[in-house]
């Protein structure tokens, strides 16, 4: 456990499993979201279940947690199939052995996923491109922590960036407005499509028996976006990358995907068959968390480690750091995707992995987010193959998720498979 003093508060950087476990399984409610993440995001997220914390925050995810439950997964799949066949049919014309900054790729992709599965809406109509703009720009301006808000130094001092921030947040807002408008219109007058929008808008929390009014649906939703977009982008980029680096666990993926698949449509029952797959895109979540940390705040003054921690403090988990924990994980920096496969190391995958956190405030996306990185990986590598561009080595910063300073830029060469054309 790393501890930084400083005037204003302390922060601890916890490392260890059993410690990390205290504040996300065992005592969550002692451990609550710290302020500061929702004071910098308010703009866009408002009220959003990603930073409320108490029983505003149940309340929420008693609302919400249905649209994500078990069977909702095999409903989303057509839609998540769609944006995947057309991000390869966009790849297409690319591929030529040029090189491609691949960040940006699956940002489209990945967004599309979100307007397909959110509002049945391909991100080609010219509000959504507005919105997935609005969002790059977002995601360039605005580190979700400085360290001065690690701090708690006073507001005063400026944080580089973070006028710019709000006002794209709140444009954004604005944009995604127009959504929530007219879905509340399509649920009054009987049209509304059955995606996770309506779910959501018409579940009713079994406690109170109330429902999300617009306003407060227009939160979730910025942070569906936020959430659900910037994250599997930032695993897909990435695990390109690796694979990239790894023609030989590249190659596996291929021939796993043509023996599931061969060259017809995936259903969802063949998800299962890509465990090798699945693996590499667990390896990738391992080795580039798209949220690196999670910042938590004691509520009660505690005792850790031969420390004293007061009430207050920043208790910040890190992903990143626990992931690559020298003596937890064998070769820590190694992309090894078999490792998945061995008994021998199911202690750190059980205790020192968590791309998608735990306990209670887990990912409601985990599952579908699992769902669609296996299925877009399968489906592009199935058509391309990937290889690293001289001089190109991405160096990880944290933006809103980990992305690469100046993109991943890879070279990207047709398979001899057939391209499908953009689905109608
Ligand atoms: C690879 C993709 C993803 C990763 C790695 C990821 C990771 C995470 C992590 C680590 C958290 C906890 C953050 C914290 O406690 O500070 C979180 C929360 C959340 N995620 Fe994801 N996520 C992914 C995809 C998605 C998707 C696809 C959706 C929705 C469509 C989603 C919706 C949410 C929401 C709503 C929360 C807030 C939960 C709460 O606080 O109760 N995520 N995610």
């Not at 279940?49 to 078990?70: C, H, S, Y």
């Not at 997935?132 to 001092?157: C, E, K």
């Not at 030989?248 to 299962?272: C, I, M, N, T, W």
């Not at 090894?336 to 791309?355: L, V």
Request: proline fraction near 8%; charge should be neutral; hydrophobic fraction near 40%.
């Amino acid at each position: 456990m790393a501890e930084v003093k400083t005037p204003f508060r302390n922060a601890y950087l916890v490392n260890q499993p059993d410690l990390v476990k205290t504040a996300l399984v065992d005592r969550p409610d002692d451990f609550p979201k710290a302020e500061v993440i929702r004071r910098t995001l308010y703009d866009l997220l408002g009220d959003s279940v990603f930073v409320t914390n108490g029983e505003l925050w149940k309340r929420q995810r008693r609302m919400i947690d249905p649209a994500f439950g078990g069977g909702r997964l095999k409903e989303v799949f057509p839609a998540i199939l769609d944006a995947a066949e057309t991000c390869v049919a966009r790849l297409g014309p690319l591929a030529d052995g040029r090189k491609v900054e691949m960040e940006f790729e699956t940002s489209h992709a990945a967004a599309d996923v979100i307007f397909q599965t959110l509002f049945s809406e391909p991100i080609n109509t010219d509000d959504a491109q507005a919105v997935f703009h609005a969002f790059r720009r977002y995601q360039r301006t605005a580190p979700v922590l400085s360290i001065l808000d690690i701090m708690n130094a006073p507001g005063w001092i400026p944080r580089p960036g973070r006028k710019q921030a709000r006002a794209e947040g709140r444009a954004i807002k604005a944009l995604l407005r127009t959504y929530v408008d007219r879905r509340a219109t399509q649920i009054a007058d009987g049209t509304a499509p059955d995606d996770l929008a309506t779910k959501i808008m018409q579940t009713t929390d079994p406690v109170t028996g109330d429902r999300f009014d617009a306003n407060e649906m227009l939160d979730q939703v910025a942070i569906f976006f936020l959430a659900g977009h910037e994250t599997s982008a930032s695993a897909l980029a990435w695990t390109l990358y690796l694979l990239a680096n790894d023609p030989h666990a590249q190659e596996r993926v291929a021939a796993e995907v043509q023996s599931a698949l061969g060259d017809r449509r995936p259903e969802f029952s063949d998800l299962k068959r890509l465990s090798f797959t699945r693996n590499v895109f667990r390896e990738a979540l391992r080795l580039y968390p798209p949220v690196p940390m999670m910042v938590r705040e004691t509520t009660l003054p505690e005792h850790f480690r031969n420390r004293d921690l007061a009430k207050s403090s920043m208790y910040i988990l890190s992903p990143w750091h626990l992931h690559r924990h020298e003596r937890i994980w064998p070769k820590p920096d190694q992309f090894d995707p078999d490792r998945w496969y061995r008994p021998e190391e199911k202690g750190p995958q059980t205790d020192a992995y968590m791309p998608f956190s735990a306990g209670p405030r887990v990912c409601t996306g985990a599952g579908f987010a699992m769902l669609e990185g296996v299925l877009l990986l399968s489906l592009i590598i199935r058509s391309y193959r990937f290889t690293p561009v001289e001089g190109e080595v991405p160096a990880p910063v944290t933006q809103l998720t980990v992305r690469s300073e100046t993109g991943i830029w890879l070279s990207v060469q047709r398979r001899d498979g057939v391209i499908p054309p953009l689905p109608e």
